[in-house]
């Protein structure tokens, strides 16, 4: 099991630049992949990027693909995901979320470990 706190959430304007944060906690994380989930108001939640933890081998929605970029600090225990070029539609409640394996995958229900999540608000 691993605890997983989402920070960095906030308000932007369109065009502009936000850094997520997820800090980590609990076991070790050497076979884990990490990932990035957003839901918008009224939208199921979507698969927006994914890193192992051991390679930094990284995946990305095509919605968020050359705008967004993941990251982790195998030393800090966090995984972060900067955001460029925001849009409205980047809106929604952003998800830190864990699955114990070394895969890619972008299903919602294969990651078992999740944040709370964190609000990004894009003015238009």
């Known amino acids: 099991q691993v605890q997983l706190v989402e920070s960095g959430g906030g308000l932007v304007q369109a065009g502009g630049s936000l850094t997520l944060s997820c800090a980590a906690s609990g076991r070790t994380f050497a076979s884990y992949t990490m990932g990035w989930f957003r839901q918008a108001p009224g939208s199921e939640r979507e698969f927006v990027a994914a890193i192992t933890w051991n390679s930094g081998l990284t995946y990305y929605a095509d919605s968020v693909k050359g705008r967004f970029t993941i990251s982790r600090d195998q030393v800090k225990k966090t995984v972060s995901l900067q955001m460029n070029s925001l849009q409205a539609e980047d809106t929604a409640v952003y998800y830190c979320?864990?699955?114990?394996?070394?895969?890619?995958?972008?299903?919602?229900?294969?990651?078992?470990?999740w944040g709370q999540g964190t609000q990004v608000t894009v003015s238009s």
């Open positions: 979320a864990a699955r114990p394996y070394d895969s890619l995958v972008t299903k919602v229900f294969l990651y078992r470990d």
